[in-house]
């Protein structure tokens, strides 16, 4: 049973470009959350999509960052305009999103994006 | 605000017992959950409390006091691949996750 996928692992861009990240949930997941880490730092939560559907994006910078998690195909993390602060690595999760507070909604976590802006 | 603290470093030699602790600030709080990172790979999860007392999954055991905004990872018979950097995290009413700050811990022979 395939894990998390993401591509790339690693992505260089200029300042100014554009970065498209991919997000493959675990097979049956169909909730899809992703977080940015600084180094040396902990995970933060950008943003929450089932299919077709924004849940919580209060994580979400209000200019140049979106996502979006289409009937078809894996999740898109797009940032427009890069800038050298957004050079981070970028995770995504999924989970079976089962309502309640048991271990049926555990984030299974993807290998990562390093995302580095010259 | 939402803050998760944790101690940033903690060292232990092989075969010892280590607690790491986490104390937090969080509004629509489900539970706390832990997770293991190495070398900023993919977090793997270790253990979830909902409920406050104590989960035991092998190695590992988690605690969790809801009144007290506490939680702790117990970590046992440690092994020099358990090396890396454990995060606390508070589940949310979407089940989005606060993270902690982080503990990085050295096991040392």
């Known amino acids: 049973n395939a894990g998390v996928m993401q591509n790339p692992r690693h992505l260089v861009r200029r300042r100014g470009q554009e970065a498209r990240l991919r997000c493959s949930p675990m097979k049956g997941h169909s909730h899809v959350y992703w977080y940015r880490q600084l180094p040396e730092e902990g995970l933060k939560f950008m943003v929450y999509l089932q299919k077709e559907n924004i849940i919580d994006e209060s994580g979400m910078p209000k200019e140049r960052f979106s996502a979006e998690f289409p009937k078809e195909g894996p999740s898109i993390l797009r940032i427009q305009q890069v800038v050298r602060g957004d050079s981070a690595a970028y995770f995504c999760a999924s989970s079976s999103g089962l309502a309640g507070e048991g271990m049926g909604n555990e984030q299974f976590f993807g290998p990562g994006t390093r995302l580095t802006v010259l | 605000g939402q803050s998760l603290e944790q101690p940033s470093e903690v060292t232990a030699v092989e075969g010892a017992i280590v607690q790491i602790n986490c104390t937090y600030q969080?509004?629509?709080?489900?539970?706390l959950s832990w997770y293991q990172q190495h070398d900023g790979g993919a977090p793997t999860f270790l253990s979830y409390n909902a409920l406050d007392g104590l989960e035991e999954t092998g190695r590992f055991s988690s605690f969790l006091s809801r009144s007290d905004s506490y939680g702790y990872l117990l970590l046992q018979e440690l092994q020099m691949k358990d090396s890396a950097s454990y995060f606390c995290?508070?589940?949310?009413?979407?089940?989005?996750?606060?993270f902690g700050t982080g503990t990085l811990l050295a096991v040392q022979p």
């Open positions: 995290a508070a589940r949310g009413a979407t089940n989005k996750l606060i």
């Open positions: 969080t509004s629509g709080f489900y539970g």
